[in-house]
């Protein structure tokens, strides 16, 4: 077996140990959620966190948030919200005779923006470039967002009423998608006594610097990715756009958001090399959102893009 070898110093290996022990302190039960939100941070990719409400979303968000010395604005998004809003608005000064500019909150380095399915397409536009391009454009200008520029966004996908579908060129701006689930009995217990959203969220302090956040993202496509894991990662990709119960398969963008993650999940791990497991492991958070069925039917039940994409995992060869 080839032995772990890490492209980050002790220093910043350590660094990261401590921000996800920090987010372990209040986001009780769930690991591999906090591994999918590591990987996001430090591959650059934009995160939807999508469950019924009161699993813990801004929880973890907000743990996040307070371990990294970033600027952070929680967006809380609703239906009369405008794009000004969130990008800013120019404001008329009558004692220089001009216009100023007044930042809006997508001026900040790491950005919830919560139950982005209830505010209008006109306004979830409005995210796009920066999602995108990392720039807002105000009156004929182009504004250059400070990096690390990080998009955390919420959604319940079970309440419809008031709210507005996210169009597919959007969701293709997330890298990932993160269900969350409900916790275990043993997990509720220790959140009913310990309350840790509201006690141990004011208990955390920053752990990781802009520097050391932006230098962990330097790194990750240093990652060595061989050949037939790049075929292996090509592979499946193509089986989205094949399989005959899909519509829309993963784009191209999609496929580099696989690639990245799956070397961010290497480094996590302590490695310098991607394995075939760090590609299965992030081909559904990264991929299922993408692909869009054909409402297929199996024994009178609507099968999930999950399940389809599981299914491609089980049957396309794993390269030796």
Same mark, same amino acid.
């Given at each position: 077996?080839?032995?772990?070898?890490?492209?980050?110093?002790?220093?910043?290996?350590?660094?990261?140990?401590?921000?996800?022990?920090?987010?372990?302190?209040?986001?009780?039960?769930?690991?591999?959620?906090?591994?999918?939100?590591?990987?996001?941070?430090?591959?650059?990719?934009?995160?939807?966190?999508?469950?019924?409400?009161?699993?813990?979303?801004?929880?973890?968000?907000?743990?996040?948030?307070?371990?990294?010395?970033?600027?952070?604005?929680?967006?809380?998004?609703?239906?009369?919200?405008?794009?000004?809003?969130?990008?800013?608005?120019?404001?008329?000064?009558?004692?220089?005779?001009t216009f100023e500019f007044?930042?809006?909150?997508?001026?900040?380095?790491?950005?919830?923006?919560?139950?982005?399915?209830?505010?209008?397409?006109?306004?979830?536009? &409005? $995210?796009? =470039? @920066?999602?995108?391009?990392?720039?807002?454009?105000?009156? *004929?200008?182009?504004?250059?967002?400070?990096?690390? %520029?990080?998009?955390?966004?919420?959604?319940?996908?079970?309440?419809?009423?008031?709210?507005?579908?996210?169009?597919?060129?959007?969701?293709?701006?997330?890298?990932l998608r993160i269900r969350?689930?409900?916790?275990?009995?043993?997990?509720?217990?220790?959140?009913?006594?310990?309350?840790?959203?509201?006690?141990?969220?004011e208990t955390i302090a920053?752990?990781?610097?802009?520097?050391?956040?932006?230098?962990?993202?330097?790194?990750?496509?240093?990652?060595?990715?061989?050949?037939?894991?790049?075929?292996?990662?090509? &592979? $499946?990709? =193509? @089986?989205?756009?094949?399989?005959?119960?899909?519509?829309? *398969?993963?784009?191209?963008?999609?496929?580099?958001? %696989?690639?990245?993650?799956?070397?961010?999940?290497?480094?996590?791990?302590?490695?310098?090399?991607?394995?075939?497991?760090?590609?299965?492991?992030?081909?559904?958070?990264?991929?299922?959102?993408?692909?869009?069925?054909?409402?297929?039917?199996?024994?009178?039940?609507?099968?999930?893009?999950?399940?389809?994409?599981?299914?491609?995992?089980?049957?396309?060869?794993?390269?030796?």
């Open positions: 077996m080839a032995s772990q070898v890490s492209i980050l110093d002790d220093s910043l290996q350590a660094r990261l140990a401590d921000l996800r022990a920090n987010i372990d302190r209040v986001f009780l039960g769930k690991p591999e959620v906090v591994t999918q939100v590591l990987v996001g941070l430090m591959s650059r990719g934009h995160l939807l966190i999508e469950d019924v409400p009161g699993v813990g979303k801004t929880v973890l968000a907000r743990a996040l948030a307070r371990s990294l010395d970033l600027t952070f604005h929680r967006i809380q998004l609703t239906p009369d919200m405008l794009p000004s809003d969130i990008i800013g608005v120019s404001v008329y000064d009558s004692t220089s005779g007044k930042k809006g909150p997508i001026f900040a380095n790491v950005i919830l923006a919560d139950e982005i399915n209830r505010t209008t397409p006109r306004t979830q536009s &409005a $995210l796009l =470039e @920066a999602m995108n391009e990392c720039q807002v454009s105000v009156d *004929g200008r182009t504004l250059v967002l400070e990096k690390p %520029f990080w998009v955390i966004a919420t959604q319940n996908p079970f309440e419809f009423e008031g709210t507005y579908y996210l169009p597919e060129n959007q969701l293709d701006r997330f890298a969350i689930g409900y916790p275990d009995r043993a997990v509720e217990k220790r959140i009913v006594r310990e309350e840790p959203a509201t006690v141990g969220l920053p752990v990781m610097s802009r520097a050391d956040v932006l230098a962990v993202q330097a790194q990750v496509p240093l990652v060595r990715v061989d050949d037939r894991l790049t075929d292996y990662a090509l &592979a $499946l990709v =193509e @089986a989205t756009r094949d399989h005959d119960q899909l519509e829309v *398969g993963v784009s191209p963008r999609g496929t580099i958001s %696989f690639i990245r993650t799956a070397q961010a999940l290497a480094m996590l791990s302590g490695r310098d090399y991607v394995i075939p497991d760090d590609l299965k492991a992030i081909f559904i958070p990264v991929c299922a959102h993408r692909v869009m069925s054909k409402s297929y039917m199996q024994d009178g039940h609507a099968v999930s893009t999950e399940h389809l994409l599981g299914s491609m995992l089980r049957h396309v060869p794993v390269p030796q």
